[in-house]
C-alpha cells in the first residue's frame, strides 16, 4: 500500500523536509508526499523588515512553490488546513480533506500579544508577506500625509513610531525603520526632528538572547540612528492614536502615530488547534520525542518552530531560527523515511548551533557565531557578510543558484539608496544603450585580429612553434638576459617573432624592441603552481602602456602546449584554425549583439589563454574588461539578442531538467 506523507506548512522547515523526502524516495512509487500552504509562495520571512522599510523590493522575498518543486516528487497544494482528525489521520482544509500516514507539522508562528488591550487591534505586525507590505504602505503613507499637515502637533503625532520588543526582530525592524526615515523625511520634504522612533521593550536590555556587551553595541547604534531605547517598560494598552507604557510602576500615555508589534511569537493557529489533542507548551509548541515525533502520536512529526524538544545536556528548548528549521528538517525526513522502508536506524535530534546575526539597517550588523562551546563576535563588516553568506547557503538547497543570482541582485546589485554593507559600490547602474559602442567595438578588435590571421596564413602552415618560442624567448632575455632563441631562429628573429606573439591576440602593431634594454618589474613564483611576470619592453623611463606585457606563466600549461601541441603540424594547424574561426565568431557576434553572453565569456577563456601563454600586452587589457562589462550585461541593446533570447531563454525553461536544476535566470 502506497505511504502517503503530507506537510502542513511550506516555510524553511516544510521546504527543507520535503525536498529531502522527495530526493530520498526518488526511486520509490510507494510513496506520495504532499506539501499544503496557504500561498502558493515560500516568504523569506528573515527579510520582511527589508520590505517593511523599503530597502528591498517585495517580490524578492517571494518564492513560487511551483518553481522550488519543479521535476520533484512533490505534490504542491494550495489550501489552509483548520484542523487535524488525528485518530483517523486525516488533515482538513478548506478545500480538501488531507489523509496521511505521515504527518509533518511545520506550520510556523505567529504574533502573540499577552493579552495587551487593543495591541491586535491597532498595531501592526511582522510575520508574513502581506504583514510587511501593509506596513511599507502604511508608512510611506503616513510620509506623504504629514507633509501636508499644518497642525505641528498632529503632524508630530503622525510620525511617531512605536516599536514593540526589543529582541531580534523588533530591533532588525526598529533599525530599517531609522534607515529609511530619512529618505522619506528627503522626499517629503519633512524636517527630520519630526519624526521620532521608539523602541520599547520590558526586558532591560536589547537582544537578551545575546551577550551584554552585543547588546550594548546595538542600543549604541540604535541610538546614532535616532532611536530612543525604553527598556525596563511594559506596553499596557494601545488605542487608534495611543499608547500607554508602563515604566516604574507608572502608566503613562503617549500619542502615536504607528505602533509595530514585534514583541513575541505563539505556534500558527493550526499548531495550536493541534495542540489542544497533542502534548503541548510554550505557547502551542508541539512536545517531541528524540526523534522529532509528537510523545502522543508516532505517525506525526513536527519540525521549525512548532517544535517543543529540549536536546541532551541543553536545558533550553531549540531555538525558534532557521538554522533549527534546517537540522531538524534533515532528522524528520531521514527519520520517516526509516518508518516507511524499515532500512537504518532513526536518529536522535541532536542540534548543533553555529550563533545568531542581527542586522539594525542594511548596513550595520552584528553577530556571535562559531560552535557552541566556542563562540566569538563578529565585527560589523563580517556579521553582515556572514548573515548574506547563511541565506546563500539556505537559497542554494531551496532554488539552487537561480535565488542565489536574484538574491544578490537585489540585495547589492539594484539596492536603493547604497542600503548594503558595502554600500551602493555595486549598484551603480549604466543604460545599457550606452555601452553599445563598447560591445561593437569589442567585437571589431576580434574580428580584425581573425582576419589578419587568415592573411597572415594561419590557415595553411604551422606557426605555433615560433610563436610560442618566440615569446618565450623574449621573456628571458629580459628576465635572465639571454634570448634563449629557438632552435632554428636567430636571435633578432626570436625577439621580432616574440612581439609579434605577445601582441598577437589583439592585433597590436608588432614593435621593434630590444631584448637589452628590457624591465623587468615582476618575476614571483608562487609555490611552483604559477609564475607572474610583468615586464617592461624597454627602459621605464621610455615605456609607454604598449610596452608593458603581463603573463601568467604556468608549468601545466606550458606542459599542455610543449608535449601535446607542438610536437605535430597537425594539431598546431588544428588549433590555428579554431583560434582564427573563434576570433571571427566572436567578433561578428559581438558586433550583431546574437549570442553576447556565450562570445563575451569565450572571448574571456581566450584572452586568459593568451595569458598563459604568450601573455599580453596592457594596452590590450580593456578587452578583458570590457569582455566581463559585456558578460554581465553591458551593451545588450540594439542586438539580434533583444529579439532572439526571450524566445530561446523560454524555450530553456520549458526543458524538464532545467527546471528541476534551476538553471535558469528569474
Ligand atoms: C522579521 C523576522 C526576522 C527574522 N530573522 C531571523 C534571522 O535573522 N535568523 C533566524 O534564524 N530566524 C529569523 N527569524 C525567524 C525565522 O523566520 C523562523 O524561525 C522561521 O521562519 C520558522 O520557519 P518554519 O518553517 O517553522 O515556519 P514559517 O517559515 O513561518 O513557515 C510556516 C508556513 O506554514 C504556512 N501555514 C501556516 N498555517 C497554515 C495552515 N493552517 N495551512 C496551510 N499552511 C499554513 C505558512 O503560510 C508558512 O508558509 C525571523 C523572523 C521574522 C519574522
Known amino acids: 500500500m502506497k505511504s502517503r506523507i503530507v506537510i502542513i506548512g511550506a516555510g524553511y522547515a516544510g521546504i527543507l523536509t520535503a525536498k529531502k523526502l522527495a530526493k530520498k524516495f526518488k526511486k520509490n512509487d510507494n510513496v506520495s508526499i504532499k506539501i499544503i500552504d496557504k500561498n502558493p509562495f515560500h516568504t523569506m520571512l528573515t527579510e520582511?523588515?527589508?520590505?517593511?522599510?523599503?530597502?528591498?523590493?517585495e517580490e524578492s522575498i517571494k518564492i513560487g512553490l511551483k518553481k522550488v518543486f519543479a521535476g520533484r516528487k512533490v505534490d504542491v497544494v494550495l489550501d489552509t488546513i483548520e484542523s487535524i482528525d488525528f485518530k483517523n489521520k486525516v488533515a482538513i482544509g478548506a478545500n480538501q480533506k488531507y489523509e496521511y500516514d505521515y504527518l509533518v507539522l511545520a506550520a510556523g508562528s505567529k504574533p502573540t500579544y499577552f493579552g495587551v488591550p487593543g495591541a491586535e487591534e491597532y498595531a501592526y505586525k511582522l510575520w508574513s508577506y502581506e504583514d510587511a507590505v501593509k506596513l511599507r504602505d502604511h508608512i510611506q503613507n503616513v510620509f506623504r500625509k504629514a507633509a501636508?499637515?499644518?497642525?505641528?502637533?498632529?503632524?508630530?503625532?503622525?510620525?511617531?513610531?512605536y516599536v514593540v520588543g526589543a529582541g531580534f526582530t523588533g530591533v532588525e525592524m526598529v533599525g530599517e525603520l531609522a534607515e529609511y526615515v530619512p529618505i522619506l523625511c528627503d522626499k517629503h520634504e519633512i524636517d527630520r526632528e519630526l519624526v521620532t522612533i521608539y523602541n520599547v521593550d520590558i526586558l532591560k536590555r536589547t537582544v537578551p538572547n545575546l551577550p551584554e556587551k552585543i547588546s550594548n553595541k546595538v542600543e549604541k547604534r540604535l541610538k546614532k540612528m535616532g532611536v530612543k531605547l525604553m527598556l525596563n517598560s511594559g506596553v499596557c494598552r494601545i488605542g487608534p492614536d495611543f499608547i500607554e507604557v508602563n515604566a516604574n510602576d507608572t502608566c503613562s500615555r503617549y500619542s502615536v502615530g504607528t505602533v509595530?508589534?514585534?514583541a513575541g511569537i505563539e505556534s500558527s493557529d493550526i499548531t495550536n488547534e493541534a495542540a489542544k489533542t497533542l502534548q503541548s507548551a510554550n505557547r502551542g509548541r508541539i512536545k517531541l520525542d528524540s526523534f522529532l515525533r509528537s510523545v502522543d502520536d508516532d505517525r506525526v512529526y513536527v519540525v521549525g518552530d512548532n517544535m517543543l524538544y529540549t536536546a541532551e545536556g541543553e536545558d533550553r528548548p531549540v531555538p525558534q531560527?532557521?538554522?533549527?528549521?534546517?537540522?531538524?528538517?534533515?532528522i524528520a525526513a531521514k527519520n520517516i523515511y526509516c518508518a516507511i522502508t524499515g532500512n537504518g536506524e532513526m536518529t536522535v535530534y541532536k542540534p548543533s548551533f553555529h550563533g545568531m546575526m542581527v542586522c539594525i539597517g542594511g548596513r550595520y550588523g552584528v553577530a556571535r557565531v562559531g560552535f557552541p562551546k566556542r563562540m566569538i563576535n563578529l565585527p560589523s563588516f563580517l556579521a553582515m557578510f556572514v548573515k548574506h553568506f547563511i541565506n546563500i547557503i539556505y537559497f542554494v538547497q531551496v532554488l539552487g543558484w537561480n535565488k542565489v543570482f536574484s538574491y544578490l541582485k537585489h540585495e547589492f546589485f539594484t539596492i536603493r539608496n547604497c542600503r548594503s554593507f558595502v554600500g551602493g559600490h555595486f549598484s551603480n547602474r549604466t543604460p545599457s544603450f550606452l555601452t553599445v559602442p563598447l560591445r561593437i567595438w569589442l567585437?571589431?578588435?576580434w574580428l580584425f585580429e581573425g582576419i589578419m590571421k587568415v592573411v597572415e596564413g594561419w590557415f595553411e602552415?604551422?606557426?605555433?612553434?615560433?610563436?610560442?618560442?618566440g615569446a618565450e624567448s623574449w621573456y628571458n632575455s629580459i628576465l635572465y638576459g639571454s634570448t634563449g632563441a629557438l632552435e632554428g631562429t636567430s636571435g633578432a628573429t626570436a625577439v621580432q617573432t616574440a612581439t609579434e606573439a605577445v601582441s598577437s591576440a589583439t592585433g597590436e602593431a608588432a614593435q621593434e624592441v630590444a631584448a637589452s634594454v628590457g624591465t623587468t618589474i615582476l618575476n614571483f613564483d608562487f609555490l611552483g603552481?604559477?609564475?607572474?611576470?610583468f615586464v617592461s619592453g624597454k627602459e621605464l623611463s621610455k615605456s609607454v602602456i604598449g610596452d608593458y606585457a603581463f603573463k601568467i606563466d604556468m608549468p601545466l600549461m606550458n606542459w599542455f602546449t610543449n608535449e601535446l601541441i607542438l610536437p605535430s603540424d597537425g594539431v598546431q594547424i588544428f588549433m590555428q584554425g579554431f583560434i582564427v574561426i573563434a576570433e571571427i565568431l566572436i567578433g561578428l557576434a559581438l558586433?550583431?549583439?546574437?549570442?553576447?553572453?556565450?562570445?563575451?565569456?569565450?572571448?574571456?577563456?581566450l584572452q586568459a589563454m593568451f595569458v598563459c601563454t604568450t601573455g599580453l600586452y596592457l594596452s590590450t587589457f580593456w578587452m578583458i574588461f570590457a569582455a566581463i562589462a559585456v558578460l554581465i550585461g553591458a551593451g545588450r541593446t540594439f542586438g539580434l539578442d533583444y529579439y532572439v533570447m526571450p524566445y530561446l531563454k523560454n524555450l530553456w525553461r520549458r526543458l524538464p531538467f532545467v527546471r528541476r536544476l534551476y538553471i535558469y535566470n528569474d
Open 260 to 262: 509595530i508589534w514585534a
Open 443 to 445: 567585437g571589431v578588435a
Open 321 to 330: 531560527m532557521v538554522e533549527n528549521c534546517e537540522q531538524s528538517s534533515a
Open 48 to 57: 520582511l523588515h527589508e520590505v517593511a522599510a523599503n530597502r528591498v523590493d
Open 148 to 161: 501636508c499637515e499644518t497642525n505641528l502637533e498632529e503632524k508630530k503625532r503622525m510620525l511617531s513610531f
Open 591 to 605: 558586433i550583431g549583439g546574437l549570442f553576447t553572453t556565450p562570445a563575451a565569456a569565450f572571448s574571456l577563456v
Open 461 to 469: 602552415s604551422p606557426k605555433l612553434t615560433a610563436f610560442f618560442g
Open 529 to 533: 603552481l604559477f609564475r607572474l611576470i
